[in-house]
């Protein structure tokens, strides 16, 4: 093991202490009324040791945003006022990395793998890898299925992102086998998606969207790349590159804004070379139909490794969850804390 995996697996092994010794905590249930006139400030400094949290969705249930945990497999509440309260439970020993609130199907979407666990020696390889979307209530936290992804692959899977169109189909990518899967809302899978245009050697399909179009966009982490899938139902999905006018170093979580636009989160985590750029959230909008798309917008981001973005009624909000730390064993700026800041 070399010396940055080495010292990944130290923090981890924190990390685990720390959750161990918290203990369990009870789920945090939805309110009896909502909030609509809540102010947010404009970033909230998140203290929750050893979360880490990857992934971000606005839960417009609580008024609340939902962060999932790369170190502990858990989904959390977090409030207005930084407050981190747990509502899905560690289901196994994973990291849960993208989540997307279904509230048309009162569901709650999480990827989940042990990928991280394993590259770390923190899990035994001769297991079959745990890869999958847990499907969980939003009321409760409650699981209500795990579905198992890229089972059998050749390659070591590891899901990323995920979303749901207005029927219940989920859609997730897989950045190491290069494919996006459809599984159906009683929860079978019902097609991989497959593009040479996907294949890569590093970090490949990443950030999922569903648009009110009726297609799917997908980004391409390591070339910065956008892709639109159109009839993604059918038995013969229809994969075309968005022409970028000026594509973004990578594109990791992606959102759709209520007026059609994109916001794409880049940075340079899994990029070879170490740190090689500036962490930017960009906007792109089409006229189109999302066949080319402009950039109208970019932001230099100001904390480090931006992963992710939810789009809220109180703006856009970028997560930077301090994964360096557990990828490469570099220690986080901002210690036990998380940020997450709108755009």
Do not use: C
Request: proline share 9%.
């Amino acid at each position: 093991m070399d010396p940055s995996a080495q010292a990944s697996r130290r923090a981890l092994l924190r990390i685990a202490a720390v959750a161990t010794a918290g203990g369990a905590l009870a789920a945090v249930p939805l309110p009896a009324h909502a909030h609509p006139g809540r102010r947010f400030p404009r970033t909230l400094n998140v203290t929750a040791p050893g979360l880490y949290p990857e992934g971000v969705a606005w839960d417009p249930r609580r008024e609340a945003f939902l962060v999932g945990s790369s170190a502990q497999g858990t989904v959390s509440v977090v409030r207005a006022d930084g407050s981190v309260t747990p509502l899905v439970t560690p289901f196994a020993r994973v990291s849960v990395l993208g989540i997307h609130v279904d509230a048309r199907h009162d569901r709650i979407l999480a990827t989940y793998t042990d990928y991280f666990l394993r590259r770390l020696g923190m899990v035994d390889p001769t297991l079959p890898p745990v890869n999958g979307v847990g499907v969980f209530s939003l009321a409760t936290g409650a699981p209500q299925r795990l579905v198992p992804v890229s089972a059998g692959s050749p390659v070591e899977p590891r899901v990323n992102d995920v979303t749901a169109d207005r029927r219940g189909d989920i859609y997730v990518t897989d950045t190491e086998i290069d494919t996006v899967t459809r599984i159906t809302r009683d929860g079978e899978v019902a097609g991989v998606i497959t593009d040479d245009r996907f294949l890569t050697s590093g970090t490949g399909p990443n950030g999922i969207a569903h648009h009110p179009g009726g297609f799917v966009l997908v980004g391409k982490y390591d070339e910065g790349r956008l892709f639109r899938i159109d009839r993604p139902r059918s038995a013969r999905p229809r994969v075309s590159e968005v022409r970028l006018d000026r594509p973004p170093v990578s594109v990791d979580g992606i959102a759709v804004r209520p007026d059609g636009s994109l916001v794409v989160v880049a940075n340079d985590l899994s990029l070879p070379g170490g740190r090689t750029s500036r962490d930017s959230v960009l906007v792109y909008r089409s006229t189109d139909h999302w066949r080319s798309a402009r950039l109208v917008r970019e932001h230099t981001w100001p904390f480090e490794d931006p992963t992710t973005v939810a789009v809220t009624p109180h703006g856009e909000y970028a997560i930077s969850g301090g994964l360096r730390e557990i990828l490469t064993g570099t220690p986080s700026a901002t210690p036990g804390q998380f940020q997450l800041r709108r755009r």
